[in-house]
């Protein structure tokens, strides 16, 4: 094993905004939005209807296939509709809305610990599937279709996933601090299901009491080891963890089980523990809201459907005599933009930051020509040609795009933007790149039909 690999930046972290702000709850008071895109794959199917009373941990949205996942509500109250609400992407989503009575009142059937020793690997995954847990801070993906690999047999690595590399970030860090015994049970259930696999909770090295209180947590666990790694970004990227932690490259258009590996955000891993344990639904995960436009900092349990602009009037709201220029929806490298904080927290959100400066604004107003430097291949941690990959956009030649450079790779961690001297908006040329033709893919997919 490896501590780092290949490529990579080192950017301002400013985790000391909220690193030390301990994990609390945060019970939203205004109406709850559960969009049915709640995670990649097909939308769910809402299983509630206008004035129907729901309860916290209900369920009011069922998988419509393998790849989907059940939603659960985070409130007590009653369904004020079933219609289109603006979502953070800025479109407009089949949602489910909920009016909070502010009691979070509790359905029945979780929340006691049971004996999950005779459960059988596909009881496990069952639990799992029917918690609806998705990957936490990531893409959304399914959880139950990850743990059910074509060959298990073959996954050598369980990799809990607690560098948290994105700038601003510390609510996995504090995850780690206060639940790190649930996590390890957690990672435990997850390597039952691999028998000849080992487990490892990879965090950078910059985070020194959460590192001390997993390894405390994973001594006698003979199949669990806690891995410090280099503090650079990406660092928590999947394929950048597979490539530290397997020593393997990660080959272009195949899945991190095709390499022998998992891999899971300790969010997603402690979700996994509540869900089999105690048959608790996800409706509730670790965010962190800072910047340096914000007042108070702090690390949260958010409740999924909450408002982003509820959770950071809750706060404190913004420092006095501040503008906001820039709010994301994650940090600085991965972020999504936002035109609007009046939109749901979803599961796979992990953070708001708020500045006070636009580092894209800021980076458009210098941008040249490019340099021809190369420095963006140099620090791609999948080792693209970010250049070259531009070029082709401009040239409109999306074939070589597609299949000679491997565009639809890039994970769009925004390194090759960072780094890049001249200041040309690479990572948001491959975003749209890739959405223009996915979204032709899946035309061209119906079409067939």
């Known amino acids: 094993m490896r501590n780092t690999f290949r490529g990579g930046v080192h950017p301002a972290y400013h985790k000391e905004l909220s690193r030390e702000q301990a994990l609390r709850p945060f019970e939203a008071k205004g109406e709850m939005v559960y969009p049915l895109a709640h995670h990649i794959g097909k939308p769910a199917k809402p299983v509630v209807k206008k ?52 009691l979070y009142t509790k359905a029945e059937g979780f929340g006691t610990r049971e004996d999950v020793s005779g459960l059988t690997n596909q009881e496990i995954v069952d639990r799992v599937r029917d918690a609806g847990i998705i990957g936490l801070g990531g893409a959304g993906f399914p959880t139950h279709v990850k743990l059910s690999p074509k060959a298990p047999d073959d996954i050598k690595y369980v990799i809990a996933n607690g560098a948290e590399c994105e700038p601003y970030l510390t609510c996995n860090d504090q995850l780690m601090r206060t639940q790190a015994d649930a996590i390890v ?185 490019c340099l021809h430097c190369g420095r963006c291949t140099t620090v791609c941690p999948l080792g693209l040609m970010p250049q070259l990959m531009a070029d082709a956009i401009v040239d409109k030649d999306m074939d070589r795009f597609e299949n000679r450079l491997y565009g639809l790779e890039c994970m769009q961690c925004g390194s090759c933007s960072y780094i890049c001297p001249a200041k040309r908006p690479l990572t948001q040329m491959f975003k749209q790149a890739k959405g223009e033709i996915m979204a032709r893919k899946r035309a061209e997919a119906g079409g067939k039909k």
């Open 51 to 102: 004035n129907d009373p729901v309860l916290v941990g209900q369920r009011i949205a069922e998988a419509d296939g393998y790849v989907s996942a059940n939603i659960f509500s985070a409130c007590s109250g009653k369904v004020k509709a079933v219609e289109k609400r603006r979502t953070l992407s800025g479109a407009m989503q089949e949602c489910v809305v909920i009016d909070n009575d502010g």
């Open 185 to 369: 049970e957690g990672l435990e259930i997850m390597l039952r299901l691999f028998k000849n696999a080992h487990g490892v909770v990879a965090i950078e090295d910059n985070k020194p009491v959460a590192i001390a209180a997993m390894i405390q947590a994973a001594q006698g666990h003979s199949r669990i080891r806690v891995l410090s790694m280099n503090t650079k970004y990406p660092q928590g990227g999947e394929k950048s963890l597979i490539s530290a932690i397997a020593g393997k490259d990660y080959p272009a258009r195949m899945l991190p089980a095709d390499v022998g590996c998992i891999v899971e955000n300790v969010g997603t891993i402690l979700a996994i523990q509540r869900a089999v344990v105690f048959r608790e639904p996800l409706y509730t995960h670790c965010f962190t809201l800072t910047g340096d436009a914000v007042k108070n900092p702090g690390n949260y349990m958010v409740p999924d459907g909450a408002s982003f602009a509820e959770l950071v009037e809750y706060s404190g709201g913004l420092k006095e005599g501040v503008t906001l220029k820039k709010a994301l929806a994650g940090g600085p490298m991965m972020g999504i933009a936002m035109a609007s904080l009046d939109v749901p927290i979803q599961k796979m959100n992990n953070g708001l930051t708020l500045l006070t400066d636009d580092p894209a604004e800021l980076a458009e107003a210098q941008m040249t020509a």
